[in-house]
């Protein structure tokens, strides 16, 4: 066997050469009469709308993602002392407190493995992984995006308790999940496994209330700001 | 429509500019905008709405609140619609329930006259239609027909979606009456989020059915409550407390789950029908039921009245009768004490210590006959009202975890303990105004006395109970039913208790007659509202619609969707043998295991030794739980020095991963348990042509000298980031690639395109079993059990008790060694061409169980049956011959082996 950097570089997506990168509800925009854009060798939805609805959904799975766990003192060093339950937003990159051992980055998907590395760089005692493809993620919006997670989740999502900038772990659709509000649009993230369930379930639960697909690369900040 | 409404007056419900026509057994009707179906009949001229569950006696409106069921309907086909809460809408196909061939002639009215000779009294489908027994076909083929309410359509399809939304709120009220009100508005100042639950038609309880007196009082706490910001829902109903104060509230279709930090409980209390002959006659109602038809929809029908009460509640409502307008000949007080002066005051005749004792007519009241010692007096009527008292409305309370206790003051069961959250005012609480003097039991007449409305339970039939040994009201309830209706209770659970106490001679407010246990739903609730938008979660690897689409059979495996097979399970055996098949793996558990103690966390999780494992190595490996069982297994590689990834079987990744990060919890060592399951695609490519075909994909040199069996390596393969494993499942050479998920789909199109040339087939999980079997593989679950532990699982080589470290299972594994063998897991070759199904037993030379099989298959390549069993050890060498049992009575002989049906010295999976 080889000398290799990083053991475990076989679980991110970054490091694949000529490779159609998949989310889990492509056939899902395909039966919805989406068209497909190759974004950093991902193949995305193209939606023709553009968020005009009650409450909107975007498939944003291929944004990268990395789960930190250390000692609580490291994280909280890492994450310059966010508080538990809450998240911050630097430069395009969101990094969520999710426990006091466990945070969790979001961050576009060409810069996953640069700043995993760095990451990990930082202490020994850090573990940073590519989970890119161990989350599947699900961006909610609209005017009526509380009401559709009301009919997803038990979580409290009322302003004064899950405000812009929270953070939380918790059941979604019957899933263990990863809940981000985003100035009232909110991130779910679950297991890449369950993603199509996810998108066909949160579309469901909020088809008595209008909600369209959209494409990612219409609500995605950092893809907007490209 | 100028039948019998009176004048117009605040407070009515009615829209009289709206007519609204809908149809009743066929004709049409007309009512107005506001009605309910029940009024709208009522004031056409109606007053049989429905036939009585078992007897089919003609029943008319009682409360018109939905506490009784005698106005059940078929509303558009839907059957059990209470007609007294839905409001009528344009072109309502409204019919009666319960009668053939129509309401009014009900050839099933018969029933009720037949007993108790035919033997339709409390208990009979114990005792009757089970002679003779050859006739119980036509018997069921009437029971069938005759029994339930309403038919379903099973044709009838729904159109309309029926929700389901998680609510939070700091207030939840459930009641809208005046003390609900009062406590939403206050709790809304205060600038709480607060929600109120209204089952009624209109808020404010008895403000809005009380009569004219009440609507100021009503309308400021309205306007107080709307100011305030009170969520109202209205028409809906809480439909029980669950534990942590979840309470379900239905409304249309729509159940709304609320979690609120304060519960507050404003029921309101029940008024309560007395026991007498014939109390079910349409024409006899409850106060409120007829204050409701003149107060909120202005009806006034009935030419003289008389009332019927045991308590100060029915004296108001006799008075607020008359201020209505309706002609109230008498009220008979049952109490003999009490102050009946406001009575005679307005001109009525007032009959203290008088007791009902018969309703006199056949399809409507026409009178009743009043007795009190010697003396009687028959009175003519056409609206007989009845007012037990009432009792407060504490089921809800004692579903969320409420004590509730009798107050003998106020003769009804009022909230004692209450859980943290909980709170509970108004009527429910307690009131002293509703207190009642107890209704002495009706005398014996020769006509049916009616404790249960709903399940048409009698005085007669609660006697029968007693006499057969069903001594209190909880086993009586079981026998007849009593309380068991759409009421649950409501109407009858105090007389029921009543006539009990009295039967047995006991002090009524002893209580030692007991309560039943109320339990949700509260209210007769939909199937569908109960099942609303149910979710089941799937898991689907990334290659799933790859095998959906090219003819896998796609099954339930755990909570994943794998293929069973790809329509030709033997092909694909016969493929992995000779030379090409590529089955997806991917459900396998993954977890990473990094850190300094990496090494040393897993040598205490595991008896194998894992500490000196060399570098790009992978090891079988089992966990054992602290009894020494085996719990799981699967594969453990060394990917650096400090850096481990482990595989677990697919169901038991979640439980695996608990397993590790517990023990580690509690061990604090230096390492990091990181689940990877989900972000992890794995595919076993395996057969003789494996390495040739996946060597067109790769640069890595795959060479047995190179990489030989059991061991790891990082590889890119057709462009995807791999971690190789050269391990095999399946018994041939074989590659386990484990790369990002995303990348799933095309690696496998891939990998399929390269095997091309060598007749690569998909292989399924069958197929996979089938494989696996003929190298003996254990399955954790299906050859082992919670009692399994490795010794006796065939499995000494993988425990290492010289290891200095104490590791999970150790002690129970010494005693089980010290202890010996009892039984042991062996492999047996069927010797007659049948093949025994998993789960018989091994038959011992006495004739008893000796053992059983946990695995079996037909294995064409060997041309024989194979599998796996349990033995006691002293039938487990090699070469014994047993019996296995066949479900046809016979038994198929076989042999025990302990070496792999096939390739048993692995020269195949070496190669």
Partial sequence: MSTVADPFAFLSPAAAEGVVLRTPMERNHRAAGAEFDDRDGWRVADYPSNGDAPAWAADISHHGKIDVRGPHAEIDRLSAGLELGRASHVDGVWTLRLSPSHAVVLCPFPRVEQLRSRIASESEAICATDMTCGWAGVMLGGERVRDVFMRSSSLDVRPHRFPAGACMAGSVMRCGSIVLNDDARFWVLCGWEFGEYMWESLLDAGAMLGIIPVSATAVLRSEVAA | ?911
């Fill in chain 2, 1 to 911: 429509m100028a039948e019998r409404r009176l004048a117009q007056r605040q407070g009515e419900l009615i829209d009289r500019s709206q007519e609204v026509t809908f149809q009743w057994e066929g004709r049409p009707v007309t009512g107005y905008a506001g009605d309910t179906i029940a009024s709208a009949l009522f004031a056409a001229g109606t007053r049989v709405f429905s036939r009585s569950f078992k007897y089919h006696r003609p029943r008319g409106l009682m409360c018109c609140s939905g506490q009784c069921p005698n106005c059940l309907v078929e509303v558009d086909g839907q059957p059990t619609v209470r007609a007294c809460m839905t409001p009528v809408e344009q072109g309502m196909d409204v019919k009666h329930l319960n009668a053939w061939p129509s309401l009014r002639r009900d050839f099933l009215h018969l029933v009720g006259r037949l007993t108790p000779s035919f033997g339709m009294q409390v208990g009979f489908y114990y005792k009757t239609f089970i002679h003779p027994r050859r006739a119980w076909p036509l018997y069921e083929k009437i029971l069938r027909n005759a029994a339930g309410l309403g038919k379903l359509d099973p044709d009838h399809r729904r159109t309309e979606r029926f929700d389901k939304v998680h609510r939070h709120v700091d207030v939840l009220v459930i009641g809208g009456g005046e003390a609900g009100l009062e406590a939403a508005a206050e709790a809304a100042e205060q600038g709480k989020h607060v929600a109120l639950v209204e089952e009624g038609l209109a808020l404010g309880g008895q403000l809005a059915w009380g009569g004219p007196r009440s609507n100021g009082r009503l309308t400021a706490l309205v306007d107080r409550v709307n100011a305030a910001g009170v969520e109202i829902l209205q028409p809906a109903y809480a439909g029980g407390v669950y534990e942590g104060l979840l309470v379900p509230v239905y409304q249309g279709r729509t159940m709304h789950r609320f979690r609120p930090a304060e519960l507050v409980i404003a029921t309101g209390s029940i008024e309560q029908p007395l026991v007498f002959g014939n109390n079910d006659l349409p024409g006899v109602m409850l106060a409120s039921g007829a204050r409701r038809l003149v107060n909120q929809f202005r009806l006034m029908p009935w030419e003289q009245a008389v009332v019927l009460t045991s308590s100060d509640e029915g004296l108001a409502a006799a008075l607020d009768l008359a201020d209505g307008g309706v002609n109230v000949l008498a009220v008979a007080d049952s109490r003999r004490d009490a102050d009946g002066s406001t009575i005679e005051d307005a001109g009525i005749e007032y009959l203290a210590g008088f007791q009902p004792w018969q309703a006199r007519g056949s399809t409507a009241v026409t009178g009743v006959v009043v007795k009190r010692d010697g003396e009687h007096r028959t009175l003519a009527c056409d609206l007989l009202v009845m007012s037990g008292g009432s009792v407060g409305q504490t089921a809800l309370v004692s579903q969320g975890g409420g004590g509730i206790r009798y107050d003998r003051d106020q003769r009804r069961y009022v909230p004692d303990s209450l859980p943290e959250g909980m709170r509970v005012v108004g009527a429910a609480a307690g009131s002293a105004a509703a207190a009642g003097a107890v209704p002495a039991q009706a005398p014996k007449t020769g006509c049916k006395q009616i404790v249960c409305f709903c399940e048409d339970v009698t005085t007669k039939d609660i006697a029968l109970s007693l006499d057969e040994g069903f001594s209190s009201l909880e086993l009586s309830k079981r026998y007849t039913t009593v309380t068991m209706g759409p009421c649950q209770g409501r109407m009858c659970h105090r007389n029921s208790g009543l006539v009990i106490a009295d039967q047995l001679g006991l002090d009524p407010d002893s209580q030692r007659v007991g309560v039943t246990t109320s339990r949700p739903p509260h209210n007769p609730t939909s199937f569908s509202l109960l099942a609303a938008r149910g979710y089941e979660p799937v898991k689907r690897t990334s290659t799933h619609h790859w095998h959906a689409e090219h003819g896998g059979k796609m099954l339930w495996a755990g909570d994943w969707k794998r293929p069973y097979d790809y329509g030709d399970g033997d092909g694909e055996v016969d493929a992995v043998h000779e030379s090409l098949g590529l089955i997806d793996v991917s459900t396998l558990g993954k977890l990473i295991v990094r850190g300094p103690e990496a090494a040393a966390f897993l040598e205490r999780l595991y008896p194998n030794r894992f500490g000196d494992m060399k570098l790009a190595r992978v090891r079988y490996g089992i966990v054992c739980g602290d009894d020494g069982s085996i719990i799981d297994d699967g594969t453990v590689a060394r990917l650096s020095e400090q850096e481990y990834y482990v595989t677990t079987t697919s169901s038991g990744a979640g439980g695996m991963e608990q397993w590790f990060t517990w023990w580690n919890a509690v061990w604090k060592m230096d390492c990091e348990i990181v689940n990877v399951t989900s972000t992890i695609a794995a595919f076993n490519l395996a057969g003789p042509n494996a390495r040739t075909a996946l060597s067109t994909l790769t640069d890595f040199d795959l060479s047995n000298e190179a990489f030989p069996y059991l061991g790891a390596g990082h590889a890119q393969i057709a462009g995807v980031p791999c971690l190789v494993l050269r391990i095999g499942f399946v018994g041939e050479l074989g590659y386990e690639l484990h790369l990002p998920a995303a990348a799933g789909e095309h690696l496998w199109e891939k990998l399929m395109e390269a095997g091309e040339p060598y007749a690569v087939k998909p292989f399924g999980l069958e197929p996979q079993r089938v494989l696996r079997l003929e190298k003996m593989h254990i399955i954790v679950g299906q050859d082992t059990n919670a009692e399994s532990n490795p010794l006796e699982a065939g499995m000494p080589w993988i425990v290492k008790l010289d290891k200095e470290s104490d590791w999970i299972g150790r002690y129970a594994i010494e005693w089980y060694k010290r202890r010996g063998n009892r039984l042991t897991l062996v492999g047996w070759e069927a010797q007659n061409g049948g093949v025994p199904i998993e789960g018989t037993q091994v038959v011992g030379a006495d004739g008893q169980p000796a053992g059983r099989i946990t695995s079996s298959r037909f294995s064409r390549r060997l041309g024989k049956a194979i599998g796996i069993a349990w033995l006691p050890v002293e039938q487990s060498e090699e070469g014994t011959a047993i019996n296995i049992s066949d479900p046809k009575g016979s038994t198929i002989p076989a042999t025990v082996t302990h070496k792999a049906f096939y390739d048993p010295d692995g020269e195949r999976l070496r190669s």
